[in-house]
Nanobody, 124 residues
Framework: QVQLVESGGGLVQTGGSLRLSCAAS????????MGWFRQAPGKEREFVTA????????WYADYVKGRFTISKDNAKNTVYLQMNSLKPEDTAVYYC?????????????????WGQGTQVTVSS
């Protein structure tokens, strides 16, 4: 069993930055694909980014490419999401997810474990 706990959310102005962290318990963290998804009020959960188990490959949604960076520290069992140049449309609850993703990394149902989410609010 793996537990994921996000932190680092908050309120930031347009153009600002935040770094989210996702701490994982469990010995198999290093073998998992880790991803970030987000859900805004009244909208479906959407893919943000994911990183391979080795940290060597990352995937990004077009709407965050160039602004967000995902990284993974297997020694610390932690995955990070650095968010720069934030926009009001980035406002959402951000969820960390992990698992042995055999299909596309941008599909939520491919992930086995989920955190409780952390709120990110970007003011205009």
């Amino acid at each position: 069993q793996v537990q994921l706990v996000e932190s680092g959310g908050g309120l930031v102005q347009t153009g600002g930055s935040l770094r989210l962290s996702c701490a994982a318990s469990g010995r198999t963290f290093s073998s998992y694909v880790m991803g970030w998804f987000r859900q805004a009020p009244g909208k479906e959960r959407e893919f943000v980014t994911a990183i391979s188990w080795s940290g060597g490959t990352a995937w990004y949604a077009d709407y965050v490419k160039g602004r967000f960076t995902i990284s993974k520290d297997n020694a610390k069992n932690t995955v990070y999401l650095q968010m720069n140049s934030l926009k009001p449309e980035d406002t959402a609850v951000y969820y960390c997810a992990g698992g042995v993703v055999r299909g596309s990394t941008d599909v939520a149902r491919g992930y086995d474990y989920w955190g409780q989410g952390t709120q990110v609010t970007v003011s205009s």
